[in-house]
């Protein structure tokens, strides 16, 4: 099964590499809330693709394929959140008032529970990651590979997805970085959350 994984491998890479709800979430823990937040953003994430491995071992993948009205439910769903946690962004950030003296702007830190909680959810209603599942279960995945071997994939999948935004958090909670962006915490906490909304449009539409 060395070719199937080494093909599996390249495309979830691809798929986690590029820009998305994921990457919008960790940098954003990674700037407002730290190392430690952003590390367990990370985890959520890594932690939620074992749940779209478990849907589709059980064949509830080809259930959401077959149903538009319950894949809209959850494109609809997904949307809701990321434009929540996008208003949140807008809401929450105010301008520093300070006499010449600037100060950079450093929400408090959220407990690792919320941390976690929005790092998994922002994976698990990802259509664009069902989808990504979906089609890597029925069309790349052999019909005849062993549930074992698959829940191998998933396994390392989940791992990958892990480390490579736990790589993301240590790099984007750097001091030079987050001091980068805090010195216009202003517009980048704006920015995050039309970036967000942004994404939850496009999830929709």
Known sequence: YLDEFILIALAHFFAVASPGPDFAIVLKQSIQHGRRNALWTSFGVGLA?????GYCLLGVAVLLAQSPTVFMALKYLAGAYLAYIGFQALRSAKP???SGEEVPQTQSEESVWVAFRRGFLTNAL???ATLFFMSLFTLVISQTTPLLVQAGYGVYMAVATWVWFSFLSLVLSKPVVRGFFQKSGYWFDRGIGVILIALALR???
């Open 49 to 53: 693709i074992l749940l779209h491995v």
């Open 203 to 205: 999830v929709v539409l």
């Open 96 to 98: 520093a008032v300070n």
């Open 126 to 128: 990802n259509p664009k």
